[in-house]
């Protein structure tokens, strides 16, 4: 292995350097995306393309997330269905811990862009 693990780095992909890193750098990314960005042979030749697509998408969703826990209340109203308040209290919930979920995965992607693109991670003293 070279180099460190910076804070922030997935869980799910072993540490630069590692054996087989790269692999499951490639099928983590995969999995943030939708899954026909699979068929793209540009994605598959180029990681660090991978990763930028990556990123844009967790962002979107991220975005989406937001939109949709600031609008729920009103954009619920507007169905007409009478939703009992513990439904529309999991739902924002739900939007609150996937905006996490997403945000930490954006700061992962990240820093699998960097790595995939060659810059090592140096451990601060």
Request: charged share 25%.
């Amino acid at each position: 292995m070279s180099g460190a693990i910076p804070p922030g780095w997935p869980t799910e992909v072993p540490p630069p350097g590692a054996a087989g890193w790269e692999r499951r750098a490639i099928a983590w990314l995969y999995d943030l995306c939708p899954p026909d960005h699979r068929a793209y042979r540009v994605l598959q030749r180029w990681p660090v393309l991978l990763a930028r697509i990556a990123h844009e998408h967790v962002a979107a969703s991220a975005d989406a997330c937001r939109r949709g826990a600031q609008t729920a209340r009103a954009d619920l109203r507007e169905l007409g269905v009478d939703f009992p308040p513990e439904a529309v209290d999991a739902l924002l919930a739900m939007y609150e811990r996937e905006g996490l979920r997403l945000d930490t995965a954006a700061r992962g992607v990240a820093l699998v862009e960097r790595a995939l693109a060659g810059q090592r991670f140096i451990a601060k003293l």
